[in-house]
């Protein structure tokens, strides 16, 4: 920023940062034809309980592959979706078809387990998010409490006051709350205590050492330690190892999601991953908690 670079200095705009505004602006524009044309999708990853192995819920993440872009990750497109204000009709899209997917599963005998869907800053600014979800529970028949909104730290910074009103009327119908990317950013211990979540979910940061590095050890106990006192329940993300999934479980995390269980999955194989988890989770190590 030309503010911040000082007196006297002069901000220019380089070929650079030229290059960065027009990719923006390409990127912008096919993600409103792609809105348009209802071609982003969404892919679902487990979650799995460490006391008994058994799926718990699944996460829905967006997905594009655009014509001429080719396939855009989540983290470079959503951050422009958000600055045009396009996340408020994408994000909904993605709440409504997330819950039509869990209404599904429900219909198919898989009626326990819990949707999570990730939520803009932008989203939960808007005056009427609250209804907004309301209305897709009720057009979608989702219970509530199958349903989990994931929000992040960083977005809470601003209109927290707002922010927790909003989170407090939809905990109170049931619907779940929780704090993802934990470990990142500003991560302030007050969120966990003010904010009303349900569940904390520690990023992957946190856990890609868990087991080589007494050090990554001790943070994630403390944390799952404090968060337990205060009755959260927590997720750790990124797994890829056994030997992480057994380092949390003894930790006392409560769940596990990563590639170690699954990849993010197309709809339409949902149900071969459940199947052929139950056959894994009975070899699983399912270990003794420490007293953390
Ligand atoms: P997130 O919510 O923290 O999602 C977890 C990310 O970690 C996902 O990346 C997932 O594919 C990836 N991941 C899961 N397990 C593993 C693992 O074992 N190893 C590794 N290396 N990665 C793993 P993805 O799908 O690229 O999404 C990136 C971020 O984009 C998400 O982070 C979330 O912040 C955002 N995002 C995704 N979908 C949506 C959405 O529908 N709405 C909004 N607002 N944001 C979304
Ligand atoms: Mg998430
Ligand atoms: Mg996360
Ligand atoms: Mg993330």
Redo the contacts with the bound molecule.
Sequence with gaps: RAKDSGRGRICTFTPEMNRRVVERMRMLSRARLAFDRQSFS??Y?PQVATSDGRVRGF????RWTDAELGPV???RF?PVCEDSGL?VPL?LW?LETACIEAMGLACRGIGSITMS????AV?LAQNDFVPRVLEVLDRTGLPPNRLEL?I?ESQMIGSLDAAIDKLNALRQIGVHIAL??FGTGYSSLTYLRTLPISTL?L??AFINDVHRRPDARSMVSSISRIAHDLSRCVVA????ELAQWEALSRMGCDMI????VS??LPADRIDGFLAAWEERRMVLPIVSRDDV
């Design positions: 969404l892919q990853q996460e829905a993440l967006i990750s989540p983290d959503i996340i994000g993605v869907v990730n939520m803009s989203q994931e992040t993802d990317d979910k990023d992957k993300e990124g797994v890829e999601q990563g590639y170690f990849r993010p």
